[in-house]
Each structure stands twice: as structure tokens, then as C-alpha cells.
Nanobody, 126 residues
């Protein structure tokens, strides 16, 4: 059973940067895609970014393209989300989610993902 633990959230100012981490443990060889989702208060989870383990290809929502970068360190079983030029945002919870068992597809909806972390909260003040 894969376990995911996010970290790195916090309160920052608009324009600042923040790096989120998602550490995976247990059965990580079965991970084919890792995605980041965020959930704003009162809203559903929405896709932010993803990285395919087969070729490290990354995908981004249009709202974060050019500002966010997803990457991974396979030796540490950790995926990162570097967030630059952050925009004012009420407290949102960022989650990492793993797609297990292949193929290495990127889904924009949360339902296909098999494992989720507990989330880390990010607030961007103006």
C-alpha cells in the first residue's frame, strides 16, 4: 500500500515562491503517474499538474503554466511542485495523488487516482 505525505505548504505573499513535496513509500514501483490537485474552500478538487514516471513528461493546468514546475527525485521517491509567482489565494489544500498499475496516463479528474496524501495547505496573501 503506497502512502503519500505532502509537505511544504504555508502562508506566503503574492509573488512569492513555494515548493511542495510529496514523499511516497511502500510499493512505489507501482506508481505510473503522480498528480497534484488543489481544493479551494467550498470547491471540488481541481487538477494542477502531473508527471509521468515513464518519461518524466509533465502536464499543467493552463492557470499555472509557466509558473509551476513538477519534478521528481526517484532516489528519494519524492515528487515536487515548485510554485513561482504565486497569486492571491484563499487557503487551498494541495494534494498529491498516485496512479497505480499503468498505463502512465494523466487524468485531469481525481477519480482515477488510487492513492492520496493528506494534503498541505497553501495561503497566498495579497
Amino acid at each position: 500500500q503506497v502512502q503519500l505525505v505532502e509537505s511544504g505548504g504555508g502562508l506566503v505573499q503574492a509573488g512569492d515562491s513555494l515548493r511542495l513535496s510529496c514523499a511516497a513509500s511502500g510499493g512505489t514501483s507501482r506508481i505510473y503517474t503522480m498528480a497534484w490537485f488543489r481544493r479551494a474552500p467550498g470547491k471540488e478538487r481541481e487538477f494542477v499538474a502531473a508527471i509521468r514516471y515513464s518519461n518524466d513528461q509533465t502536464y499543467y493546468d493552463d492557470s499555472v503554466k509557466g509558473r509551476f514546475t513538477a519534478s521528481r527525485d526517484s532516489a528519494k521517491n519524492t515528487v515536487y511542485l515548485e510554485m513561482n509567482k504565486l497569486r492571491r489565494m484563499a487557503a487551498a489544500t494541495f494534494y498529491c495523488a498516485a496512479l497505480m498499475g499503468g498505463p502512465s496516463t494523466v487524468y485531469l479528474l481525481p477519480s482515477p487516482y488510487d492513492c492520496w496524501g493528506q494534503g498541505t495547505q497553501v495561503t497566498v496573501a495579497s
